[in-house]
């Protein structure tokens, strides 16, 4: 049994085909996407988060209000860039969106991407420390946003308040009761996935890792996530941490999909370089009549090695035809592969 979700970058433009002309347009579709979601069976609704480009951005006020249309279905972000976030903030942001959603957020945080602009994060007010790179700066923050999740008083208390205060230091309020086992991290190698581990986040692993042995995608994701559970063990945390896989799957089931993705040319693996220097693998698409899907999928290592799949979606084509590819996954795909 496998957690199916879907991940949407939640794209907008002008351009005539899309059902997302504005920004406006991709949020409240956002939201209803998310509950027709709910309605056809899915587990998850995840969101990507950029900065400075026509995308979703600051994801709280859309998944608080997911999290108010829904019941059931988990809501998430795939990922938050850390190094545009203050953790504090953060914290009364994510504990609010948690509580409106009844304990149902699965925030996913990282380094992040390279941006639509050259170190982003500085237009936020936000500074590299001495020696520090962006990635450090993003892991800092990371580790400072888990340590206040924990609800534990650090702040010396005004001795005359304009309300009363609880003895002792005070935490973050709203203090969301069991959020700080619900975050994970977005790795995009080996050893920041067991950089996660050790610090008790769960695992997201994309489409997109740094090529770190020349062998296919998929079995370098499966190797990563092997490592990861095995520092997970080796930490001793309690419980057992979740790994989510990001793939694009289209079962070919009308013509109106054949016409979309039936000369889908993505379906091997490719190399490419991020940041100028850092060679990368990017993991193939799948689009093909159910048979097809279900034995290509078969053989995907690292889908096998995780609990949950998140299914990238076409977000600009409308929510009546994204509920149509997420309900051909689950009925015509995932019960054949045991998934449901």
């Known amino acids: ?84 976030e203050n953790p504090l903030y953060m914290v009364e942001d994510a504990g609010a969106a948690d509580l409106i959603s009844e304990g149902r957020l699965q925030l996913g945080i990282s380094r992040g991407s390279p941006e639509q602009v050259i170190d982003g994060w500085r237009y936020f007010g936000y500074e590299l420390a ?22 534990v008083g650090f702040a010396t208390p005004n001795p005359y308040p304009m309300f009363p205060n609880p003895p002792g230091l005070l935490r973050l309020e709203p203090h969301s009761q ?62 057992e941490p979740r790994v989510s896989v990001s793939r694009s799957i289209f079962a070919l089931v ?25 060679r990368a693998i990017f993991g193939r698409s799948y689009a093909a009549e159910p048979d097809q899907l279900v034995k290509e999928l078969a053989m995907d290592e690292a889908i096998q090695e995780a609990d949950t799949l998140l299914l990238t979606i076409p977000n600009t084509l409308g929510v009546d035809y994204n509920v149509h590819v997420l309900r051909a996954i689950l009925e015509h795909v995932a019960p054949e592969l045991g998934w449901r």
Do not use: C
């Not at 091997?268 to 100028?276: H, Q, R, Y």
């Open 130 to 151: 001495e020696g520090e790179t962006d990635a450090d700066m993003g892991r800092r923050k990371a580790l400072a946003f888990l340590e206040k999740l924990d609800g």
């Open 178 to 239: 069991g959020l700080r086992d619900r975050i994970w991290w977005g790795a995009a190698s080996n050893a920041t996935a067991v950089w996660a581990a050790q610090n008790r986040m769960h695992l997201q692993s994309s489409t997109l890792k740094y090529d770190e042995s020349g062998k296919p995608f998929h079995v370098q994701q499966a190797e990563q996530i092997r490592l990861y559970k095995d520092a997970w063990k080796e930490a001793g945390h309690p419980g």
């Open 254 to 278: 009308n013509d109106m999909d054949r016409y979309y993705f039936g000369q889908e040319t993505d379906r091997a693996d490719k190399i490419g370089f991020i940041e100028s220097d850092k």
């Open 1 to 84: 049994m496998k957690k199916i979700g879907f991940l949407s970058f939640g794209h907008w433009s002008k351009h005539p085909a899309y059902s997302t002309q504005t920004a406006s347009d991709t949020l409240l579709q956002s939201i209803d996407l998310a509950v027709a979601a709910e309605e056809i069976g899915l587990d998850g609704a995840y969101f990507r988060v950029h900065h400075f480009a026509a995308q979703l951005a600051s994801p709280f006020p859309l998944l608080a209000a997911v999290g108010a249309k829904t019941n059931r279905i988990e809501i998430g972000t795939g990922v938050i860039d850390m190094r545009y």
